[in-house]
């Protein structure tokens, strides 16, 4: 997986908090790059994808 960069980010702020994003924040969804204030708040996103995107597999 390449490296993630806050420069093809396609937001500034978080979705969660309003801070800025940075780049310990950036994830990838739907072939974008997300980014998100801090690890915690990524992750929280990430495991919210997962869970919905299996229950609709169900």
């Known amino acids: 997986m390449a490296m993630l960069e806050l420069k093809d980010c396609v ?3 978080c979705p969660n908090s309003g801070k800025p994003v940075t780049a310990e924040g950036l994830t990838m969804y739907k072939g974008k790059v997300v980014g ?6 990524r992750d929280t996103f990430d495991n919210a994808v ?3 995107e ?5």
């Open 11 to 13: 937001n500034t702020h």
């Open 36 to 41: 998100f204030c801090n690890p915690s708040c």
């Open 50 to 52: 997962a869970m919905f």
């Open 54 to 58: 299996e229950s609709i597999r169900s």
